[in-house]
């Protein structure tokens, strides 16, 4: 079963009559396969899930896509409905708000703040944009209270952020990370690949291609990491990359000395579309 909830108060009313295991899937819809791969993991996991779909203010720079992110309500809960076909005796409740003040009422004067984790990387080059993911997060999760939570390692430092977040204020939720969906290319999947033309989504696959040649040249060995740094070096040549580095899988610090997980982040900017991808590696 499912139901669509567009009212915070809808949604306050529907959790506090909640007895079941809760799953949350926090999206901005738009959905594609890596979401469903999250409502599936999270509806084999829980007895109800409840799906956001909300695009947030709080995490978009000033000069970023907000006002043109796709927006695709409609097709997003037939997409769900389909899922939750193949689950019977569970039931998914979709929040999706109507207006931004539904979620931050006029007047809402709370932020996370995230410090060190959330300063490399995405966030040195989109200042705030993790205090607003932080932020959103923590409010949904206040108002769906979950056991269990869903995020892509797609978005790796988000996930790390909200990781962090959870430890750091003590809340009582299971983060669980899921792999990134690619399409069979290698491309992995994100809203904003549809901002690309046929020629910048071939364009686009520098992307997983050197993340791959990069993890096969690293093959599991630390003391293959040298090879590595050097190939990344020449890749960066290409003006389209707007980082790529090896980084410690738990502190995203660049020392790699004490390592056993790295993971290779990068970035390609295409026109006015930034694209993200990671790969993970355990080395010995
Ligand atoms: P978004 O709607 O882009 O904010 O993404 C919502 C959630 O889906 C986040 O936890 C993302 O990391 C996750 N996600 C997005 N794309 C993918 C993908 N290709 N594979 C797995 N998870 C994804």
Request: glycine fraction near 6%; charged fraction near 20%.
């Amino acid at each position: 079963m499912v139901k669509v909830v567009k009212s915070t108060s809808d949604l306050i009313q529907e959790r506090a009559q909640e007895t079941k295991t809760i799953g949350f899937v926090p999206t901005m819809g738009n959905l594609h396969a890596g979401h469903i791969s999250l409502l599936e993991r999270a509806l084999d996991e829980n007895e109800v899930v409840y799906f956001s779909i909300f695009v947030n203010p709080k995490q978009f720079g000033p000069n970023e896509d907000f006002n043109k992110y796709p927006r695709t309500l409609e097709q997003d809960i037939k997409q769900i409905e389909e899922i939750a076909r193949k689950y019977p005796q569970k039931s998914v409740m979709i929040y999706a708000p109507t207006d931004t003040s539904e979620v931050f009422p006029p007047g809402y004067n709370q932020t996370i703040s995230t410090t060190g984790l959330s300063t490399v990387l995405e966030g040195a080059i989109r200042p705030g944009h993790f205090d607003g993911v932080a932020t959103v997060v923590f409010r949904l999760f206040e108002l769906v209270k979950p056991q269990n939570a869903y995020f892509g390692l797609k978005d790796y430092q988000q996930y790390m952020v909200i990781c962090q977040m959870v430890q750091d204020l003590i809340l009582p939720i299971k983060i669980v990370g899921m792999p990134i969906i690619r399409e069979t290319s290698g491309l992995a999947l994100s809203s904003r690949n549809q901002y690309l033309s046929a020629e910048q989504k071939e364009e686009a696959l520098i992307l997983s291609k050197t993340m791959k040649k990069i993890g096969a040249l690293i093959n599991g060995k630390k003391a293959n990491l040298n090879f590595a740094q050097a190939e990344i070096k020449n890749a960066l040549t290409d003006s389209r990359w707007n980082y790529l580095e090896l980084r410690d899988s738990q502190t995203l610090s660049m020392n790699l000395g004490q390592s056993s997980k790295v993971t290779l982040l990068g970035v390609i900017q295409l026109g006015s579309t930034r694209l993200l991808d990671n790969l993970q590696m355990e080395i010995q």
